[in-house]
């Protein structure tokens, strides 16, 4: 792990919120110290974490560029929503598409996220966030160990190897955040969210693969109806040999 020192902090120390918005700031400042705008990216679900982080980081950099993955399966909701936050906050929006429609897909495998959800989640968004990834030195996530076991023991700063061998730097700034800290400073800022959250969603991905938590002490329960808890994107894959 790579340490980056608050002076009488630790990344493991039990903070304020305050304490822990002026850490993100300062892990922020410091990986974005260079003028380049192409070293580091943002990738963006449009859940309350990832738009918190990016709001913040923002303040640093206006036009860092914003990794959305496209699976042609999100709600119509969350397209509405990152196109509204996208033009209210004027984002440089990458949007990563599969090398495959939706249509074209369904068409030569059928219903994958039916009948084979880890090859869908392969093909939809493990192999294209991998690909636009390789472009950058360094990964921001809004990432938190609160959000699901297979999280428990997410580092705030790490490197990851992609499977083509190329390493980047990958940083969850929230990784110790609470769900009550982030909304608590998503109100501070007056950070509009997906209106999904309203109907009792805690964990949005693709509309096929998310419903409302079957567990309400595991936010992640709705998603693939407990079948599996992780797309791949997140779990540090083996380099090809
Ligand atoms: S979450 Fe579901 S629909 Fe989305 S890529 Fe994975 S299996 Fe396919």
Known sequence: MISI?????TSDSPRTLDEKLARVRELLAHELATPDNNDACLTCSFQAEDVLLLHLALELRP???VI?????????ETYAYRDRIATDWNLNLINVLPKHTVAEQELEHGLLYQTAPDRCCSLRKVEPLFAAIANYKIWFTGLRREQARSRTALEEIAD?????GITVRKLSPLADWTTRDVWQSCT???IPLLPLYEVGYTSIGCSPCTTIPTDPNDPRSGRWAGHKIECGIHIQAAPNS
């Open 63 to 65: 036009a860092i560029p």
């Open 160 to 164: 990851f190897t992609l499977p083509s």
């Open 68 to 76: 959305f993955l496209d699976t042609g399966y999100h709600f119509a």
């Open 5 to 9: 020192e608050t002076p009488g902090l």
């Open 188 to 190: 501070l800022y007056g």
